[in-house]
């Protein structure tokens, strides 16, 4: 994977923010647009402003000819929308893959900061490839059905993908700083068979001692806040450009929703404060990971396993600056 590589997905939508800034500037409406430059639709313009498809240079040109855009801003936008246009370099990073794991890839790629929580699972990022085929084959049973699966379908095509991703978090130079709060739950009985758990738990262990890897882990007892509970898994992306928006995703297990909204940014940001400061800190996370993978070494049958340490860790609260601050 390219180091720093420019996220494609922040690109259309960094280029449609300013697109759409300079058509304001200029005093034109979006049908006085289509009207000029002759588009027989108004949707094309309307998706290049929201960054919902992939721009042509020539198209973007003509835009910027009519809102007599500066030759500085010229040059700025035609190389942001060749990089959101260029497809090819991850076509040749990644084995073919879904729609969805595109989507994701291509969100993280160019991040310089990622802040995940799940309720019930092990983020993507961290997932063994043991731990990710349990996760996709037993979703697939509720999507059965729901149309005629192709390659990228295939669940060992879809690990191997999601593996490609991960590379990001160990890339040379510019990895992403990444903290993941981890659930209890997501560790559990019920997350999969004893050596599929020994094996994520193993990986959870050496992912937590890399330098941009901070893990907290959150007990199932644990009072958050003033006894709040997150409704689902969200992620948020901040970026090595500082004027590619920051990013919520929302992760709803069939649909995926994602934001640049600065009031829902906020709103999320406060939760993953709580979140951090609830959960165990870093120190006492790896300790709890390493028991519990103690713990199931040698397992053969659930009815063995046994999680966490007996007594809860001291919990401490974090000294770092609030992401609300930054």
């Known amino acids: 994977m390219p180091p720093a590589a420019p996220s494609p997905i922040m ?81 040749k990073n990644f084995p073919v893959m879904t729609q969805q794991q595109r989507s994701w890839a291509e969100l993280e790629a160019g991040c310089a900061e990622i802040s995940e929580y799940n309720p019930v699972l092990v983020p993507g990022l961290l997932q063994t490839a043991g731990y990710a085929k349990v996760r996709i084959v037993s979703a697939r049973q509720v999507s059965e059905g ?85 409704p689902t898994a969200f992620s948020l992306y901040r970026f090595a450009d500082p004027l590619d928006p920051e990013t919520l995703a929302i992760e709803g297990g069939f649909t995926d929703v994602m934001s640049t909204e600065s009031i829902a940014l906020n709103r999320y940001k406060v939760v993953f404060e709580w979140l951090c400061t609830a959960a165990l800190d870093a120190s006492d996370t790896l300790s709890w990971l390493i028991e519990a993978t103690g713990r199931l070494t040698g397992a053969t049958s659930p009815s063995t396993v046994a999680f966490g340490p007996a007594t809860a860790p001291t919990q401490r609260r974090r000294d770092s600056g609030r992401l609300t601050d930054r």
Do not use: F
């Open 146 to 230: 729901a149309g005629e699966p192709g390659p990228a379908d295939e669940p060992e095509t879809e690990v191997q993908a999601r593996l490609a991703r991960q590379l990001l978090l160990t890339r040379e130079p510019h990895a992403p700083s990444y903290t993941a709060v981890l659930e209890e739950a997501a560790l559990g009985r019920r997350a999969g068979p004893p050596e599929v758990l020994h094996e994520q738990l193993a990986q959870l262990c050496d992912l937590a001692l890399l330098p941009n890897v901070t893990l907290h882990l959150l007990l199932r007892d644990t009072q958050i806040g003033n006894w709040y509970l997150p």
């Open 11 to 91: 690109r259309r939508r960094r280029l449609g923010i300013e697109l759409r800034s300079l058509r304001e500037a200029a005093g034109l409406t979006g049908d006085q647009v289509i009207e000029r430059i002759g588009w027989a639709s108004a949707s094309k313009l309307s998706r290049l402003e929201n960054g919902r498809s992939r721009p042509d240079p020539q198209d973007v040109g003509v835009l910027l000819d009519l809102y007599g855009a500066d030759a500085a801003a010229r040059d700025e936008l035609l190389g942001i929308a060749g990089e959101a246009g260029d497809m090819r370099g991850w076509l």
